[in-house]
């Protein structure tokens, strides 16, 4: 079973910070996931990378398959970015981390 | 515009009483699964279907039920037989192979 594990578990910054949100699993995957949820419940795609980066507006995300290590970072940061951040390992099927939780503060 | 209609939003029910919740998407996708969501734990897998008429147990299927007539839909049935129901419950679909998850707006279940 893949462990997922994602740091840190809440993070609060102010309007305008740049944000880190790391995610680490344990075994090989065909790719990983970034999801975000919003206080509603619903959840929507961030990215999906299996290698490099990929970058969506103020979104970038990153993975090294060698250290199973990835980065989702969030540049000058705004209040509408507050929501939770899911990580998701995919090898066939999903293995979720347990979120972290961003408030940005105006 | 495409997607997955989670109804019904909130759902209350008395211990005892079996209750289905309902998931409908119009993106033709082949494969579906049915997650739950509890505080401070990462979303874990019911039941997922990857065809009509087949469908195969997650990590935690034990006391509940699903079905797949029809591609579109994929019920998910709560039984009694369940020993701790209320959670969130969100519903997901993806095209087969390496493709993202897309995911209803989820079923709050209260069972009291």
């Known amino acids: 079973k893949n462990e997922v594990e994602q740091s840190p578990q809440n993070l609060t910054a102010q309007e305008g910070e740049f944000i880190t949100i790391n995610c680490s699993y344990s075994?090989?995957?065909?790719?990983l996931h970034w999801l975000q949820q919003h206080p509603g419940g619903g959840i929507v795609s961030l990215f999906m990378?299996?290698?490099g980066k990929k970058k969506h507006g103020r979104l970038i995300a990153t993975i090294n398959i060698q250290e199973k290590h990835s980065s989702l970072h969030i540049t000058a940061s705004h209040p509408r970015d507050s929501a939770v951040y899911i990580c998701?390992?995919?090898?066939?099927?999903?293995?979720f981390g347990t979120g972290t939780s961003l408030t940005v503060i105006p | 515009d495409g997607g997955i209609t989670q109804s019904p939003k909130y759902l209350f029910r008395k211990e005892g009483q079996n209750v289905t919740l309902s998931c409908e998407q119009n993106?033709?996708?082949?494969?579906m699964y049915w997650y739950r969501q509890d505080p401070g734990q990462g979303l874990r897998l019911i039941y997922y279907?990857?065809?009509?008429?087949?469908?195969q147990k997650g990590d935690i299927a034990e006391g509940y039920s699903v079905s797949r007539e029809k591609k579109e839909s994929f019920p998910l049935t709560v039984t009694s037989a369940q020993k701790n129901p209320t959670a969130f419950y969100l519903c997901?679909?993806?095209?087969?192979?390496?493709?993202?998850?897309?995911f209803g707006n989820g079923t709050r279940l209260t069972v009291t």
């Open positions: 997901a679909s993806r095209r087969t192979g390496n493709s993202p998850l897309h």
């Open positions: 075994v090989g995957i065909s790719a």
């Open positions: 990378l299996s290698s």
């Open positions: 998701a390992v995919d090898y066939g099927q999903f293995y």
């Open positions: 993106l033709n996708h082949d494969a």
């Open positions: 279907s990857q065809i009509v008429n087949d469908f």
